[in-house]
Antibody
Framework: QITLKESGPTLVKPTQTLKLTCTFS??????????VAWIRQPPGKAPEWLAV???????RYSPSLESRLTITKDTSKNQVVLSMTNMDPVDTGTYYC???????????????????WGLGTLVTVSS | EIVLTQSPGILSLSPGERATLSCRAS???????LAWYQQQAGQAPRLLIF???TRATGIPDRFSGSGSGTDFTLTISRLEPEDFAVYYC?????????FGPGTKVEIK
């Protein structure tokens, strides 16, 4: 069974740096093809992808937020950490981490997706 | 970056009716990279469909996905009370992930 749990501060002040940790079990981030992504969701709005890190240390970021984000992994601890600098009230929302993994074959092709999500953690940015 | 649009924004239907949700991409999306999620209030999104048409584990067969290229559809054949929720389409081409704005399926 795959589980993920987000942890970190619930309240940060504007201009501060947010650091969130995703602790997972049920899969290994050293397995080929596997990744862990961070997604956020402002209240009442759609999810917004932030970053992903793969088993081979490849990192990808949302183009609009790339300058503020850093994603790292500690395979031995089964953890992925996201840092976001210069926080602003518009960054308020629920932050999720999710497992990106192989799900099966779709019309003969390998299919992956964000199959398992944590419960999320609400981060409020306010002075 | 591929932009996803969903229609309608809100779908008002009664239990037992058929729901048809649309997702359109600004550029062609590989079917293997297109997924649908359901989100209930206060919960994380739940994967329904991956590879545009394959149901995830445990998803009832009243949910089906179809489409290719830039046009994709999620169909719920007969709405059950637990199906009233928000639905998002999602794609991840070239490791850039995007989500659509969502369709809310509400009780009429």
């Amino acid at each position: 069974q795959i589980t993920l749990k987000e942890s970190g501060p619930t309240l940060v002040k504007p201009t501060q740096t947010l650091k969130l940790t995703c602790t997972f079990s049920g899969f290994s981030l050293s397995t080929r093809g596997v990744g862990v992504a961070w997604i956020r969701q402002p209240p009442g709005k759609a999810p917004e992808w932030l970053a992903v890190i793969y088993w081979n240390d490849d990192e990808r970021y949302s183009p609009s937020l790339e300058s503020r984000l850093t994603i790292t992994k500690d395979t031995s601890k089964n953890q992925v950490v996201l840092s976001m600098t210069n926080m602003d009230p518009v960054d308020t929302g629920t932050y999720y981490c999710a497992h990106y993994g192989f799900l099966g074959y779709c019309s003969g092709r390998l299919c992956y997706s964000l199959s398992d999500w944590g419960l999320g953690t609400l981060v409020t940015v306010s002075s | 970056e591929i932009v996803l649009t969903q229609s309608p924004g809100i779908l008002s239907l009664s239990p037992g009716e058929r729901a048809t949700l649309s997702c359109r991409a600004s550029h062609s999306v590989s079917s293997s990279n297109l997924a649908w999620y359901q989100q209930q209030a206060g919960q994380a999104p739940r994967l329904l469909i991956f590879g545009a048409s394959t149901r995830a584990t445990g998803i009832p067969d009243r949910f089906s996905g179809s489409g290719s290229g830039t046009d994709f559809t999620l169909t719920i054949s007969r709405l059950e009370p637990e199906d009233f929720a928000v639905y998002y389409c999602h794609q991840f081409g070239s490791s850039i992930f995007t989500f659509g704005p969502g369709t809310k399926v509400e009780i009429k």
